[in-house]
């Protein structure tokens, strides 16, 4: 049976099928009570597998340790100062009951809220699975988060405890935390306790009565009951704050029976992980890949998981691919923002080290465009293993649209996000809820719940129906926010957020669609558009250019990439103005805000747009938006 038809048969088993296909899929984990039922759909939410009973935390320490693999390795930290320390199963395992007593010394009960406001670190790993063994709930919050961004979501989650180190690794530089987790708790009044890793040495901030070192922490659980707790399976393992476009974060939650399954089943299915792989993802335990592919998804699976704190081209550009050479990594998952930063120093890098041991690579957190995909495949890694593009949320868990390489490889089509997934049934539709045809534009909707998709946001049901199941009119579906195209072939083409689209002359274009073809000179490292209003045609696009090394700004070179934008999409893509600056705001995961480019066009205060991205604080999407301006007052 060739690709296509193992892929298609396998989707077609999940919509003929549904809870036959799910049911079978959660078979394949430990639960101390199998469910009732497979799902109970009530719209707008949904519960699966009501009545089993399980838990995350152990499926993916204890459980392997208990099936005699306690030998293999589990967990490779590094960092970018080239600390490296690596742990088997037994080893977390006991570091995360030793945490999970100190927890219960602590306080902590099943139901609890924590936070952790940590880099991607084995204490704060262990510290995960430590929570969630015992029931309480995480909310891990990236730790680059300014004050306000952290207190918002302390508080929103009702979080008892804060867990912090003093100080991250960034680029060379030890960056303070105390000093922002004391504004942040100051306005978060159900903080009871704070608990500090300390990585320095010297005077640190402290509250008596609130604040306690981590040695201290650990040594509190002497004595104290370090078992786990078997829960509901739709009882909250995390809560986790959506990258969204609104102001106030959404805080989607995630449980130990339907999230659970649905990351297993898609390390298996789409990345192909196996228990003798040496895995790396990218991210950060702060954004949701970072839960689902750097901690629970590998540990489910029983294979090597590596997590790296600190930039990918610090100490230089050689960091990504020496890891990758020195623990024999064979699968990888990184980011479209990662690979544009690889492209900006060239092949060199990749040319030094032996990557022979990497089968595949994965990219998600925006589109991979074409250039990049081609950069990235054939020059980098020598077309000898695939680059591989896929899309997920927050609010799904894991990956929804892509290329499933653990089942069957399809043609690789560079700039879309592949297929839909066994068991998301999805669609494109107009803004006022008509089908699209093959290639015509729209929003990317899901019809069906599966178990990867959050059924609610923390403590808002309400927000939870009105943002996701009644945006399009007459039609009951999960609203993705995403604009898109699906072609002939079943391929899906995503254009940016639906409400990122520049309309010219009644002509809608996709900005990922333009940035794209700014990115096929070979001048160009990143670029950024967003739409401006224009008289006659009612928007033409503003550009901003980032270009690569050994390349400078100049009226022949914007000329050339003018012509090459209307090579790639024709002259309906009226350039209004082409702006050479030295980097582009982006949120916190790598994100272009695109908001931010627009308010520098309209001469706005950032601030003042209520809908800019979450993670991009207005502070600092002030900031950026200052610099950008200076840059086109200067070049104007």
């Not at 297929?419 to 729209?442: H, M, N, S, Y």
Request: aromatic letters at 10%; glycine letters at 10%.
């Amino acid at each position: 049976m060739d690709a296509l038809a193992t892929v298609t048969a396998w989707r077609k088993e999940a919509t003929d099928d549904p809870e036959g296909f799910w049911g079978r899929a959660a078979e394949e984990l430990r639960w101390s009570k199998k469910w009732e039922r497979v799902l109970d759909w009530e719209p707008p939410t949904f519960r699966w597998y009501s009545g089993g009973r399980s838990n995350l935390a152990y499926n993916c320490v204890d459980h392997h340790v208990a099936s005699g693999r306690g030998s293999a390795t589990a967990l490779i930290t590094e960092n970018e100062r080239g600390e490296s320390r690596t742990f088997t199963y037994a080893e977390l395992l006991a570091d995360t009951k030793r945490i999970s007593a100190a927890l219960r010394g602590l306080g902590i009960q099943k139901g609890d809220r924590i936070a952790i406001y940590m880099p991607t670190s084995a204490e704060a790993i262990a510290l995960m699975l430590g929570a969630i063994r015992i029931g309480a709930v995480i909310i891990v919050v990236f730790a680059g988060f300014g004050s306000g961004a952290l207190g918002e979501r302390v508080r929103l989650a009702g979080a008892k405890a804060l867990f912090a180190t003093d100080v991250t690794y960034r680029k060379g530089k030890d960056v303070p935390l105390k000093g922002i987790v004391d504004e942040a708790v100051a306005a978060a009044p159900t903080i009871e306790r704070v608990v500090v890793l300390r990585r320095t040495v010297g005077d640190l901030a402290w509250t008596a009565g609130r604040d306690i070192e981590w040695s201290e922490f650990l040594a509190g659980g002497t004595g104290q009951d370090d078992a786990h707790v078997e829960l509901e399976a739709n009882e909250p393992a995390y809560i986790l704050a959506t990258s969204g476009t609104t102001a106030k974060p959404k805080l989607a939650v995630h449980t130990h029976g339907g999230y659970q399954v649905y990351v297993y089943s898609m390390a298996k299915w789409m990345f192909g992980l196996k228990p003798s792989d040496v895995w790396w993802s990218t991210s950060d335990i702060g954004w949701v890949v970072g839960h689902s592919y750097i901690v629970f998804g590998p540990l489910l699976v029983g294979c090597a998981t590596i997590a790296y704190e600190g930039g990918l081209d610090h100490p230089d550009a050689e960091t990504f691919y020496k890891i990758v050479e020195r623990h024999r990594v064979t699968g990888a998952f990184t980011s479209p923002t990662a690979v544009r930063l690889l492209m900006r120093y060239g092949t060199g890098p990749a040319k030094k080290h032996d990557l022979t041991s990497l089968e595949r690579v994965f990219c998600a957190g925006e589109v991979l465009n074409a250039p990049a995909w081609e950069w990235f495949q054939k020059e980098a890694l020598g077309d000898r293993i695939p680059v591989i593009d896929h899309y997920w949320q927050t609010e799904t868990g894991g990956p929804i649209v892509g290329n499933p390489y653990g089942i069957a490889l399809l043609p690789i089509k560079p700039g879309s996000g592949g297929v839909p997934l066994a068991g998301i049934e999805a669609k494109v539709l107009t803004p006022e809820g008509g089908p699209c045809a093959p290639d015509e534009k729209g929003i990317f909707v899901i019809t069906r719940p599966f178990p990867g998709l959050t059924a609610r946001l923390w403590a808002e049901p309400e927000r939870y129906a009105t943002d996701y199941w009644e945006k399009v009119p007459g039609e009951q579906v999960y609203f993705t926010g995403d604009a898109t195209s699906i072609d002939a072939d079943g391929y899906v083409w995503f254009s940016g957020r639906a409400d990122e689209i520049i309309k010219i002359a009644d002509h809608r274009i996709g900005t990922i669609e333009v940035e794209t073809a700014f990115l096929r000179h070979p001048a160009v490292a990143e670029a950024g558009v967003t739409g401006r209003p224009d008289e006659l045609r009612g928007q033409v696009i503003s550009a901003f250019i980032v270009l690569r090394e050994g390349h400078t700004p100049s009226d022949a070179l914007k000329a050339e990439l003018l012509a090459t934008v209307r090579k790639e999409i024709g002259p309906l893509a009226v350039i209004g103005e082409l702006n050479f600056v030295d980097l582009l705001p982006k949120t916190r995961s790598g994100k272009i805000m695109r908001r931010v480019l627009k308010a520098v066009i309209l001469g706005k205060d950032p601030g003042d747009i209520s809908t800019i991205e979450d993670e991009g604080s207005v502070e600092e999407a002030r900031e950026a938006w200052q610099q950008l301006r200076a840059v086109v007052a200067d070049r104007s």
